[in-house]
């Protein structure tokens, strides 16, 4: 089974602070990776992808990804109470499916 | 504007009642999927399509059948739908090659209630 692993939350930051997310997946075999944003009864949306080791920043999100040990983290610079939603990591891997965590929960307080 | 739309949006149905959830996408993508999403569970792909005639099961495919004649469409039928099926089902399309390769797009989800 090719598992992606995300810690539930809720992870609660104050507004301003950098929340950071993280994801662990198990197959080394593993291409891209994906970062959802999903608001309550919405539907999820993207946010940033990355396929090569190392950080990709776009405006106040940053990926890094780190294939040796298999981790995928996002952070969030500057949190907004309108950051507050689960974030779903997603791993596509040498299929083309793309694998899901169940998602972080995140809350940024005023 | 580039959208997935998927119909119906809600729905409350009986235990066997054959249904069909629509859905079509005007991006000219050439993979489609259904997932389902349940509290605690995450999003579970039920089948995916590569592309016209191309279908394939994913991690619960059980109790549903998928069909792609066209390209912008792929239909998510419940033959005898039971109550464990209750859930949020979201369909999504992407290419598959070219720069924007695995980005998903979804549409806006069916919410659907099997009594």
């Known amino acids: 089974q090719k598992e992606v692993e995300q810690n539930s939350g809720p992870l609660s930051v104050p507004e301003g602070a950098i929340a950071s997310l993280n994801c662990t997946y198990s197959?080394?075999?593993?291409?891209?990776f994906f970062w959802y944003r999903q608001y309550s009864g919405k539907s999820p949306e993207l946010i940033m992808f990355?396929?090569?080791?190392g950080d990709k920043e776009d405006g106040r999100f940053t990926a890094q990804l780190n294939k040796a040990s298999q981790y995928v983290s996002l952070l969030i610079r500057d949190s907004q109470p309108s950051d507050s939603a689960t974030y779903l990591c997603?791993?596509?891997?040498?299929?083309?499916?793309?694998?899901f965590g169940k998602g972080t929960s995140l809350l940024v307080t005023p | 504007e580039a959208q997935v739309t998927q119909n119906p949006r809600y729905l409350i149905t009986v235990t066997g009642k054959k249904l069909t959830v629509t859905c079509s996408q005007n991006?000219?993508?050439?993979?489609m999927s259904w997932y389902r999403q349940d509290p605690g569970l995450g999003l579970r792909q039920i089948y995916y399509?590569?592309?016209?005639?191309?279908?394939d099961k994913g991690d619960v495919p059980e109790g549903y059948k998928v069909s792609r004649k066209e390209k912008r469409n792929f239909p998510l039928i419940l033959e005898s739908p039971s109550p464990n099926q209750t859930s949020l089902y979201f369909c999504?399309?992407?290419?598959?090659?070219?720069?924007?390769?695995?980005?998903?797009?979804f549409g806006e989800g069916s919410r659907l209630t099997v009594l």
């Open positions: 999504a399309s992407s290419w598959t090659s070219g720069a924007n390769t695995g980005e998903l797009f």
């Open positions: 991006m000219n993508h050439e993979y």
């Open positions: 399509s590569m592309n016209v005639e191309v279908t």
């Open positions: 990355i396929y090569s080791n």
């Open positions: 197959d080394r075999g593993s291409q891209s």
């Open positions: 997603a791993v596509r891997n040498s299929g083309y499916a793309l694998n």
